[in-house]
């Protein structure tokens, strides 16, 4: 099972948040479109397998590595010996950073060998992974940041009438979030991912005002993320759980974060820390330090399908999938993932269990 090639695509599929364009959201982001980067691997002996990247405005920064360092250094490779060749590529690819548009095209190509590999076995992932524990997981509706209360206590009772019993919010404003609090009512689940925005002491003040709202968890509170330090020290003097590691990408980042006692939830994003290798590497250090992993999954393609084979092979009772709640024009993988009622189906055929949808590929497909 040699590797034959190598094909890196790019899509842009239009999106709107709760019936508004998105330009109008996240800060005024501008943001029409999802872009992703999916990576097509094929064989000597006719096998495709499917990988992604992390995407938005880094696809264009992706692809270059994947097509001028990572492609060529893989043809001919044998396509099952997934450690070897993602060690390798590591080795002769350092000097260029351990994190960004290099890691994010390290990462679609772990997750498209972990799919080969399934599919060559005849298995899927989960079962290459020790065996699913479930054969749905449950979702939480991922949020875009509004900014406006009036707007998110909309898409609060949107989701909530989507069938969702937990939700994430991006917003900062505590006058919004309390809003949101306000529309889910008390029986609803709500987590607050802030992406970065304070200091140490900002954070614990907001995290004081933010307590009587009953958050699962406070996601990201600090800039810059790798202030691990700095959220250990949040941790001491907060109620609320902190999560944090979308950010990381080493496996000795994830050492450094848990075993200084920064989070008490751990959540790396496969598109962007390594894939499935790394993730399984992740879950097990978790264990070892009493954390929780909820993956990172804030794309819909093979990287979401990562995050679903490893949390049901290796997550625990209450580990959820994060579901970007954007209404697409399309999804990449068709419809057979959307969550109904809150819970997303886990994929049983060899491999992710699912490929790209052609149609969808051929609509949308840029560059």
């Known amino acids: 099972m040699k590797i034959a090639g190598i094909e890196a695509i790019a899509l842009r599929i239009p999106f709107t948040v709760g019936g508004v364009s998105a330009a109008g959201v996240w800060g005024g982001a501008g943001m029409q479109a999802a872009d992703s980067l999916l990576l097509k691997v094929s064989t000597d002996d006719g096998l495709v397998g499917w990988g992604e990247t992390f995407g938005f405005v880094g696809v264009p920064a992706a692809r270059a590595a994947i097509e001028q360092m ?19 590529l590591q ?12 890691f994010y095209g390290l990462s679609a190509l772990d997750i498209a060998l972990w799919d080969l590999c399934g599919k060559a076995a005849g298995l899927p ?4 992974l020790g065996g699913a524990r479930r054969e749905q997981l449950p979702a939480y509706a991922s949020l875009i940041r509004y900014a406006d209360a009036e707007a998110i206590a909309v898409n609060v009772r949107r989701a909530i009438a989507d069938g969702y019993r937990s939700l994430k919010l991006h917003e900062v404003d505590l006058a919004v979030i309390r809003a949101a609090r306000a529309a889910a009512g008390p029986d609803i689940e709500i987590t607050l991912d802030t992406n970065c925005p304070w200091t140490l002491h900002e954070a614990i003040d907001m995290a004081r005002a933010l307590q009587p709202l009953s958050l699962r968890w406070l996601e990201e509170p600090l800039w810059p993320p790798e202030n691990y330090a700095g959220l250990a020290a949040l941790r001491r003097q907060c109620a609320i ?25 751990v959540q790396p994003s496969p598109a962007k820390m390594g894939g499935i290798s790394a993730l399984r590497d992740v879950f097990a250090l978790a264990r070892a330090h009493n954390a929780q992993v909820m993956v990172h999954t804030f794309y819909d393609g093979p990287g979401l399908l990562a995050a679903m084979h490893a949390t049901a092979a290796l997550g625990d009772a209450d580990a959820m999938i994060e579901w970007r709640y954007f209404d697409m024009a399309a999804q990449v993988l068709g419809d057979a993932v959307v969550p109904r009622d809150g819970m997303i189906a886990l994929p049983a055929g060899p491999g992710l269990g699912l490929d790209p949808d052609p149609e969808v590929i051929r609509r949308y497909r840029v560059g």
């Open 125 to 128: 992932v989960y079962r290459l």
């Open 241 to 265: 759980p902190l999560a944090a590691g979308e950010n990381a990408t080493t496996l000795m980042e994830f050492e450094h974060l848990l075993g200084i006692g920064a989070v008490d939830v």
């Open 91 to 102: 080795r002769s690819f350092h000097v260029f950073g351990r994190s960004g548009p290099l």
């Open 70 to 88: 990572l492609a060529p250094a893989c043809i001919g490779r044998d396509a099952s010996q997934i450690d070897a060749i993602g060690l390798d």
